[in-house]
């Protein structure tokens, strides 16, 4: 196993080798964003939802999202000059829109596996999206050309599998095989194989471009961590399922684009970047990482009791309710993913060979965890490059 010193030596080569466009380049003049996922980027699809209700989007005229503000695509779609996240159904009101909206599927219950979320599903969003299209696309585009054109020069963005993850992990005995429950690699294959799903769907449907965000620290989020824990406690034991996950998700992205032609994916790391405002709030201007900002009365509750005042300083906050991320924080991650590879790293053909080593992490404790996550990411690179 690697030791600090090794990996410390693959980041430093890495940073001297290395030449990616960031993702603002990669995607300059995005002709529209098309959002899938759960509640991490869900603007407001369930009008009768718990994010209908205030506290939620205080310090936002916008309703429907899980935070105070804006969510992470609300960020990168003003960024790259289009609109705010909104309902895919909301083009109804001004058809010309499509152009240069951010089209928004998810839904907060969804999951990658339906056996966690039976109603509410990938293939649902998938399948509303290409009805969508159908619907729309003839009074703009009279040709199938001109339709994969416009699609192809737009940015997918997926966001799930936060679901799955603690369901695994809370109730991982009816994920089962001869030998008994599936190790943390078969179930994260097992997650890996249905995305793998998806994507080639939305491909073939017409998407060229499709941004993938890892899996956050959920062992480090107040769902877990609790009041009584010391600050920078995180729960490794979970954190070890969600890094097993992301480094699969890479070896998959890079395999996907190469063999599906002229697709680009962008992974957008946010384990590292979030593990790294636990750790060190004072560096990105924070000052609670710890506890959510909102008011939740139950311990067995996520979301923030409605109508109840949150904290008075929001941006100083990580989190918003016990899963989520509050606009400031959702900004520093939208930030980061614009203008650094380390943060959202462009995965195309040429850069894409299959192979990986996954590392696990528990052994070390949780100062470690983020670091093996990332040597985790940085050994795939360096084989794919050797190969």
Same mark, same amino acid.
């Given at each position: ?14 940073? +001297?080798?290395?030449?990616?466009p ?17 509640s991490?980027?869900?603007?407001? #699809?369930?009008?009768? *939802? ?7 989007a +205080?310090?936002? @005229?916008?309703r429907?999202?899980?935070?105070? *503000? ?11 000059n289009?609109? /705010?996240?909104?309902?895919?159904w909301?083009?109804? &009101?001004d ?16 999951a990658?596996?339906?056996?966690v979320?039976?109603n ?18 003839? &009074?703009?585009? @009279?040709?199938?050309? =001109?339709?994969?054109?416009y ?6 963005? $997926? ?22 429950k ?11 194989? !249905? ?20 899996? *956050? @620290?959920?062992?480090?989020?107040p769902? $877990? /961590?609790?009041?009584d &824990? ?24 890079t =395999? ?11 992974? %957008?790391?946010?384990?590292k ?16 990482? &710890? ?35 509050? !606009?400031? %924080? ?23 060979i299959? *192979?990986?080593? #996954? ?13 093996? +996550? ?14």
């Open positions: 196993m690697l030791n600090f010193f090794s990996c410390l030596f693959i980041v430093l080569l890495l940073k +001297c080798e290395a030449q990616v960031n993702l603002l380049s990669v995607a300059s003049h995005p002709r529209a964003l098309y959002v899938f996922g759960d991490t980027v869900d603007c407001g #699809l369930n009008t009768s *939802g718990p994010s209908y209700h205030r506290p939620y +205080c310090d936002s @005229p916008l429907g999202r899980f935070s105070n *503000g804006y969510t992470v695509v609300d960020l990168l779609g003003l960024a790259l289009l609109t /705010v996240s909104m309902p895919f909301e083009n109804d &009101k058809p010309n829109s499509i152009r240069t909206w951010s089209f928004d599927y998810a839904d907060a219950p969804t990658i596996l339906s056996t979320s039976i509410q599903t990938m293939k649902i969003q998938i399948k509303h999206f290409e009805e969508h299209i159908k619907e729309y696309s003839p &009074k703009f585009w @009279p040709s199938a050309n =001109e339709v994969s054109n699609l192809s020069k737009s940015i997918f963005v $997926i966001s799930i599998g936060t679901r799955d993850i603690l369901d695994y992990y809370f109730d991982g005995n009816k994920y089962l095989n001869a030998s008994g599936i190790s943390k690699s078969e179930f994260s294959d097992l997650l890996i194989s !249905e995305l793998q799903k998806y994507l080639t769907e939305l491909y073939e449907l017409g998407a060229r471009m499709i941004l993938v965000f890892e899996i *956050g @620290p959920i062992g480090c989020y769902i $877990i /961590v609790g009041s &824990k010391p600050p920078g406690w995180c729960l490794d034991e979970l954190n070890d399922i969600i890094c097993t996950f992301n480094g699969k998700l890479y070896h998959k992205l =395999e996907l684009a190469s063999t599906l032609e002229g697709s680009t994916f962008i992974l %957008a790391k946010i384990y970047q979030i593990y790294d405002i636990v750790e060190y709030p004072d560096k990105h201007g924070l000052e609670d990482t &710890k506890n959510p900002c909102c008011l939740v009365n139950k311990s067995e509750e996520i979301y923030c009791t409605p109508y109840m005042k949150p904290c008075k300083r929001t941006d100083q906050f990580l989190f918003w309710d016990k899963l989520h991320l509050t !606009e400031r %924080a959702n900004d520093l991650i939208a930030s980061q993913c614009l203008n650094d590879t380390d943060m959202c790293l462009p995965i195309t053909s040429q850069e894409s299959p *192979g990986t080593v #996954l590392m696990e992490s528990g052994k070390l404790g949780h100062h470690h965890n983020i670091l093996l +996550c990332a040597c985790s990411f940085l050994i795939q690179v360096i084989q794919l490059n050797d190969s």
